[in-house]
């Protein structure tokens, strides 16, 4: 069965920091790519990046680029996001999703964990 937990949400002031983690389980996700999205009280998700599991070919939401980074962890089988510069519209909840390669929607999602950033 896959799972998908996140970590390392919060409280924090507006130019501070974050790292998410995103620990994947339950099979293999060689052929994957993993995303991380938000959703903001009242509105859509939205996409904020993506990656390869090989930690190759990184995609941003215009709205997070140059501030926040994704990455993957072989040693501890996790999907990263770094968040810097933290904005009080960044504030949501963030979800880690795994979809397979071949096809366009992702098919697996964690619970989401909060980000709040206070101005």
């Known amino acids: 069965q896959v799972q998908l937990v996140e970590s390392g949400g919060g409280l924090v002031q507006a130019g501070g920091s974050l790292r998410l983690s995103c620990a994947a389980s339950g099979r293999t996700f060689s052929t994957y790519r993993m995303g991380w999205f938000r959703q903001a009280p009242g509105k859509d998700r939205e996409f904020v990046a993506s990656?390869?599991?090989?930690?190759?070919?990184?995609i941003y939401a215009d709205s997070v680029k140059g501030r926040f980074t994704i990455s993957r962890d072989n040693a501890k089988n996790t999907v990263d996001l770094q968040m810097n510069s933290l904005k009080p519209e960044d504030t949501a909840v963030y979800y880690c999703a795994a979809r397979a390669v071949q096809v366009d929607t992702y098919n697996y999602w964690g619970r989401g964990t909060q980000v709040t950033v206070s101005s």
């Open positions: 990656i390869m599991w090989s930690g190759s070919s990184a």
